[in-house]
C-alpha cells in the first residue's frame, strides 16, 4: 500500500509540475519523472514489456524529440513570444465534468463482473519470472500468437507518421516544379499567416 | 473477480488514473505554448495506458497490455506529426502561439 501512495504522489505532482511550468524544459524534466514513475507502476501491475516499452519510446524518443524542437525554438531567429496563459473557467468546468464521467465509469467498471475473468493462459507470478501472466513471453505470444491484427495496424501507423513528418518538415521544393516558384508559394503563405494573425 | 491487488484496490488506480488524465486535460486546454500542450495531451494518453493496465491485471487478460502497446504508437507517432507542424509553422510565422497562427480557424 504505502508504495502505491509514494509513486501516486509523485505521478500527480510531476503531472502538476508538467502542466504549471513556466518554461517548456521544466515540463520535459517532470515529464521525465512522471514517465519514470509510470513505469514502475507497470512493473508492479506485471506489465513488464510495457514498463521497459514506456522507458524506451517515451523517455528515450518522445522527450528527446521535445528537447530538440525547444532547443530549435530558442535559437531560432526571433524569440519566442507568447501571450498569457487562457483563464480556463468554462474549459476548466468541461474537463471537470470529463473527469467525473472518467471516475464514475472507472467506478462501474471496477465493480462490474468479469465477463472473461482469466483469458491468458499464464497463470500469475512474480515480476521477471518467465511464462507467467505480463511477462516477456506472454506478452509476445499474445502479441503475435492472437492479436496479430493490433501489431500490424501498428506498421501501418509508423510509416505513415514517417512519411507525414518528412513530407512536413523536409524541403518541400523539389516538390514544387521550379524553384522561383517554390519561394513565391512559401513567401505567400507566410504572408497568409502572418495577416490572420493580426 | 480480483479488485484488489498487493492490497492496493483497482478503484485507487482508477481514480490516479482520472487524475492525471484530468490534469493532462487542463494543461492542453489552458496553456498557450504548443509543446507544453502536446505533453499534456502525452499525459492523458499515459493515464489511458494506466487504465488499460490496471484492467489487464485486474482480469488477467492481455488485450489491456496489447492495447496499451497500440496506445504508445499512437503517441508517438502524434508527437512526431504535432512537432514537425509546429517546427513548420514557427518557420513560417516566427512564432508558436496558438492563438495566433488562426489561418485555419475560418
Redesign the interface.
Known amino acids: 500500500m504505502i508504495p502505491f501512495w509514494i509513486i501516486a504522489a509523485v505521478l500527480i505532482v510531476s503531472a502538476l509540475w508538467t502542466v504549471t511550468a513556466r518554461k517548456p524544459i521544466y515540463s520535459v524534466v517532470s515529464l521525465l519523472l512522471n514517465f519514470a514513475a509510470l513505469a514502475t507502476t507497470y512493473l508492479i501491475l506485471h506489465a513488464e514489456f510495457l514498463a521497459v516499452m514506456q522507458i524506451i519510446v517515451y523517455s528515450g524518443a518522445i522527450l528527446m524529440l521535445f528537447v530538440f524542437v525547444i532547443a530549435l525554438l530558442n535559437s531560432g531567429i526571433a524569440a519566442v513570444v507568447l501571450g498569457r496563459d487562457r483563464v480556463p473557467v468554462a474549459p476548466a468546468a468541461a474537463a471537470a465534468l470529463a473527469a467525473v464521467a472518467f471516475v464514475a465509469t472507472a467506478i462501474a467498471a471496477a465493480h462490474a463482473p468479469a465477463i472473461a475473468p482469466i483469458a491468458t493462459h499464464s497463470p500469475l507470478g512474480a515480476v521477471g519470472r518467465g511464462n507467467v501472466f505480463g511477462s516477456i513471453g506472454d506478452f509476445g505470444q499474445a502479441l503475435f500468437l492472437s492479436r496479430l491484427l493490433p501489431f500490424e495496424i501498428t506498421a501501418l501507423i509508423l510509416m505513415v507518421a514517417v512519411v507525414g513528418v518528412v513530407l512536413l518538415a523536409g524541403d518541400l521544393t523539389p516538390y514544387v516544379p521550379t524553384r522561383r516558384r517554390a519561394e513565391q508559394t512559401r513567401r505567400a503563405l507566410r504572408e497568409a499567416i502572418l495577416r490572420e494573425g493580426k | ?1 480480483a ?1 484488489s ?23 492542453a ?5 504548443p ?2 500542450m ?3 495531451i ?2 492523458m494518453f ?1 493515464a489511458a ?3 488499460f ?11 489491456g ?6 496506445v ?10 504535432a ?8 518557420r ?6 496558438v ?5 485555419l ?1 475560418g
Open positions: 473477480m479488485t491487488f498487493a492490497g492496493v484496490p483497482i478503484f485507487y488506480y482508477e481514480a490516479l488514473a482520472s487524475i492525471l488524465f484530468f490534469i493532462g486535460l487542463t494543461g486546454i489552458a496553456r498557450r505554448n509543446l507544453v502536446l505533453m499534456s502525452e499525459l499515459n495506458n494506466l487504465a493496465i490496471v484492467f489487464a491485471r485486474a482480469w488477467l487478460n492481455n488485450a497490455q496489447i492495447f496499451a502497446f497500440l504508445i504508437t499512437v503517441a508517438a507517432a502524434e508527437a512526431a506529426i512537432l514537425a507542424i509546429v517546427v513548420v509553422v514557427f513560417f510565422a516566427q512564432q508558436v502561439d492563438d495566433e497562427v488562426r489561418v480557424h
